[in-house]
């Protein structure tokens, strides 16, 4: 029950922490169709054999973190993603391909980045399995690749 | 009069290795192409660790030459111990580790695989098992502590499907038969 209760809390505090950051990043609430999502991706999430993504790339508990361009040059956005995370590859996918898939995209900035946003399965469900990461793999641009 | 150049017996190896060598060639472009437009140079990434990706040929590539390998299934059994060793946000975005319980599970079975899948972990603390042909032939099958989840693509036919953990090596097996 406690936990349940402090879970809520959770949830409320990081509501309010990405509602007061949105009004900080001055970046319109709304993704466009035309805004490119970046992705970075792990050597564990990347295949050799077949020089590809791995779809399992795309399955984190809460939906799949991405960032928003948010107008930035895509060289800026491969840099700030390598600040983050010595990743082996980057890659990217339009906003109106996600949505042709049925997915949705939720704009979900926090404090270390304002960019940061969630692609869901639906409105139903938060996960996704199945063909959607499959598509969203085939479907990504890889912008950067680390070759070490 | 022109005469039409043929594989025979009595070709020579000289006359063979340029058209062995374009089809090494075409072979390579072909897997270099399983991604889209690509947008800025790609460079061909090698297998760097010997201790995991020893072999070159795929591990999901169909021949018989793959069926049962021990090498790939020793691969495979060093890759899945190594995937207990991810911590929290192990890929940048709060990646949950992997249970041990899932690991072992996933090691007790490996050897039933006719062809040795590619193993990945995902962001949820699940192990994804990928047998990947092409981009329009594959099988991947999704196994955490709260069941198994197989999507599975031949075609223009998409499949997916909930199954049991007694269900794997069957559906596994059939589609590389």
Not at chain 1, 55 to 67: E, I, L, Q
Not at chain 2, 85 to 96: I, T
Not at chain 2, 106 to 123: A, D, M, R, Y
Not at chain 2, 166 to 172: K, V
Request: net charge negative; hydrophobic share 30%.
């Amino acid at each position: 029950m406690n936990s349940t209760v402090n879970s809520d809390k959770k949830t409320e505090t990081s509501l309010q922490i990405t509602e007061s950051v949105k009004e900080e990043s001055q970046l319109s609430p709304e993704i466009k169709n035309h805004e490119y999502l970046y992705r970075g991706v792990v050597l564990n999430n990347w295949d050799l054999i077949n020089n590809r993504i791995s779809s399992a790339a795309f399955k984190d508990t809460g939906g799949a973190s991405v960032d928003r361009d948010g107008g930035r040059e895509e060289s800026e956005c491969i840099k700030n993603l390598l600040q983050v995370k010595d990743f082996k590859a980057i890659c990217k996918i339009k906003a109106e391909i996600v949505r042709s898939y049925g997915a949705i995209i939720l704009y979900k900035p926090i404090k270390s980045n304002i960019f940061h946003s969630e692609i869901h399965d639906s409105t139903e469900r938060i996960q996704m399995r199945g063909s959607k990461p499959d598509k969203l793999r085939r479907s990504s641009l890889l912008v950067y690749i680390n070759k070490d | 009069m022109a005469t039409k150049k043929r594989y025979n017996q009595s070709t020579s190896s000289t006359e063979i290795i340029p058209y062995i060598i374009f089809g090494i060639s075409m072979s390579f472009g072909s897997s270099s192409t399983s991604l889209p437009v690509l947008e800025k140079k790609i460079y061909p990434v090698e297998l760097r660790d010997p201790k995991y990706y020893g072999s070159k040929a795929g591990f999901t590539q169909v021949s018989n030459q793959n069926k049962y390998s021990l090498d790939r299934l020793q691969q495979n059994k060093s890759i899945i111990t190594s995937l207990g060793e991810l911590g929290n946000n192990w890929n940048g975005y709060g990646g949950e580790p992997i249970s041990s319980d899932l690991i072992e599970n996933i090691k007790n079975i490996l050897s039933e695989f006719e062809i040795q899948p590619q193993i990945f972990p995902t962001g949820r603390g699940s192990i994804q098992l990928d047998f990947f042909k092409s981009d329009d032939n594959l099988l991947e099958i999704e196994i955490s502590s709260d069941g198994v989840f197989a999507f599975k693509k031949v075609g223009d036919r998409e499949e997916e499907f909930d199954l049991q953990l007694s269900e794997i090596i069957p559906i596994a097996n059939e589609f590389n038969g």
